[in-house]
């Protein structure tokens, strides 16, 4: 990689032409580090600066990370009347800026950019998302009427971080993320997901559970991917450890009992266009649950099991007209029996299935195949790959089955 190269995460905005509009409030400090996370997802990336901003971050920063120039003053180029912008994201928006644009002020090259903007937007050419940032004590009627007006014309605002008293810019990637999700043209934009992941314990008493190593990272990986899709997306999650980002809503699932009650609970309750289990379901559970803690040197000489019902059975019988998509974990057998293995498991009702060996499991690589009544339609290799192939083959298929 060269000096001004930067590591791809993704490639939900390659040919995305993204303006980032920078006012002047402390955080435009933070705006390089931006920059460069839009670009990590491929995007184009155009700064604009309003001369306040100038005194926060330079524009030689600013270029070196977006490897195009920075434009501070409006010249006969014009460059406030590019039609080729995608997305407007001012970040910081200062309660001064989003005053301005609220009003129709066109003072600087920054502002006058947003009026044009709004005229495209209007006329469905572009998108504009807004970060605001200032004082918490600045959050008045004025600020609120104002913010209610750009709402009002199509003007997405980013939920900024409200704590200390501040509404803090939130972390770049919570903005890059977002403004994918307002590009998406996702088949999937605005569909209900249910996705599950991690292990569910079976008790053993108040303190002591059976479980497994899995941790629920590749189900988080899928959460977010639907969720950048536009995605409307609920993660049930074992208790292992891992967080999902702030921005999905997330249950945490303690034991296989409230694992159950939850996914019945949010199909029985709730419009669920697909659901994606891939979360490593107790096969054995305890006969009996003890109250309390269970003394140690030697009051617990054997745990009686029993099996647990199969959760994606219950859901295919229930829920006859739901997408499905179940996971299938093996170890100690050939690929071409895994393959036969997942071939079973689709023609069991499963629109398709993920399977997978722990012999193809590194801290790198996540070999997988996903089948359908086809057969093996993707071979992805890692965790991030796997994702983005199951959500393209979700789209395919889903869309196929809908009525």
């Known amino acids: ?104 002020i066109a003072d600087n090259a920054l502002t006058t950019t947003l009026t044009s903007a709004l005229g495209r937007l209007e006329k469905c050419e572009t998108s504009i998302l807004l970060a605001p940032a200032m004082h918490g ?64 314990p079976g008790r053993i008493d108040n303190v002591r559970l059976i479980t497994n190593r899995f941790r629920g990272r590749l189900g988080i990986n899928i959460a977010d991917e639907a969720y950048m899709r536009g995605a409307d997306v609920k993660l049930l999650l074992g208790a292992a450890g891992m967080q999902a980002p702030n921005y999905i809503d997330t249950t945490i699932i303690r034991d296989y009992h409230m694992y159950l009650s939850n996914v019945m609970e949010e199909l029985e309750q709730k419009h669920v266009d697909i659901g994606i289990f891939s979360a490593a379901v107790a096969d054995y559970i305890p006969t009996e649950v003890r109250e309390g803690k269970i003394p140690s040197q030697g009051a617990l000489k054997s745990i009686p099991l029993k099996d647990t019902i199969k959760v994606i059975k219950e859901v295919r019988n229930k829920f006859p007209e739901l997408f499905m998509v179940t996971f299938k974990y093996e170890e100690g057998i050939l690929k071409e029996r895994l393959e036969e293995i997942a071939m079973q498991r689709v023609n069991q009702g499963y629109e398709l299935v993920v399977a997978n060996r722990g012999e193809d499991m590194t801290a790198d690589e996540h070999h997988s195949i996903i089948v359908d009544k086809s057969g093996v339609i993707a071979r992805p290799s890692s965790k991030i790959d796997l994702a983005g192939s199951l959500m393209d083959t979700i789209e395919d298929k889903y869309n196929q089955n809908e009525p």
């Open 1 to 104: 990689m060269k000096d001004r190269d930067v590591q791809l995460l993704g490639n939900h905005l390659e040919g995305k032409d993204i303006a980032l509009l920078v006012s002047g409030g402390i955080a435009a400090y933070k705006s390089p580090s931006l920059v460069r996370h839009f670009r990590q997802y491929g995007a184009n990336v155009h700064v604009y600066l309003t001369p306040e901003a100038r005194e926060y971050v330079t524009e030689r920063s600013l270029e070196w990370a977006s490897t195009n120039p920075v434009i501070s003053n409006l010249s006969s180029d014009a460059e406030h009347l590019r039609d080729s912008i995608d997305a407007y994201v001012i970040a910081p928006a200062t309660y001064n800026t989003i005053g301005k644009f609220a009003q129709g």
């Open 137 to 200: 004590s600045m959050v008045n009627s004025v600020y609120r009427e104002n913010i209610e007006k750009l709402v009002s014309k199509g003007i997405k605002v980013i939920q900024a971080d409200d704590k200390w008293g501040k509404l803090n810019l939130p972390k770049s990637h919570y903005i890059v993320v977002q403004t994918i999700r307002e590009l998406s043209d996702s088949k999937l934009k605005g569909k209900n997901i249910l996705i599950t992941a991690g292990p569910t």
